[in-house]
């Protein structure tokens, strides 16, 4: 039988690099991503904010975040978003907290048939929740006993 031989895997070389070198290209500036941002100034958010309220008082609507969000022309997580922004965030924050009180005063004067969407949405929306204490008390007793193979308790003296 003739012998077989392994032929050698070869690995093909790399291209010859050539001696020119390539000049740099300039870099490029990142574009950003999205839209531009709709407000650029807090002045310009806030007359929004003032007006919502406005229109609210004036036509008997209850405040909400979503209606807070559509006069500012923003959808309610653009707005959420907008608190992010340091200058934005006490404009932002003051908004909310008046949609809040709105809130609970209307769970306490109790003009509502039904409490229980106000109750929902402070619970969801505002942090609220139900609180429940409980009083525990225990009490350990840290005697040794020492029983012997009878089952008589040894005493131990003080």
Known sequence: MPKKTAKKATIPSEPKKSKKTKKKEPEKKKKKVGHPPKYSEVEQLQKKID???????????????????????????????????????????????????????????????????????LKNNWG???????????????????IGKDGTELEIPD
Request: net charge negative; with cysteine.
């Open 128 to 146: 609220w929740q139900d609180k429940t204490s409980v009083a525990n008390e225990v009490s350990v007793d840290n005697t040794i006993r020492i």
């Open 51 to 121: 007006d919502y309220f406005a229109a609210c008082d004036a036509q008997g609507r209850p405040y909400t975040v979503t209606g807070l969000a559509f006069a500012c022309d923003l959808t309610r997580q653009q707005l959420i978003n907008y608190e992010y922004k340091e200058e934005f965030r006490p404009a932002i924050k003051r908004a909310k907290q008046l949609v809040e009180i709105s809130l609970e005063e209307k769970l306490i004067d109790g003009t509502l048939k039904n409490q229980t969407g106000v109750i929902f949405n």
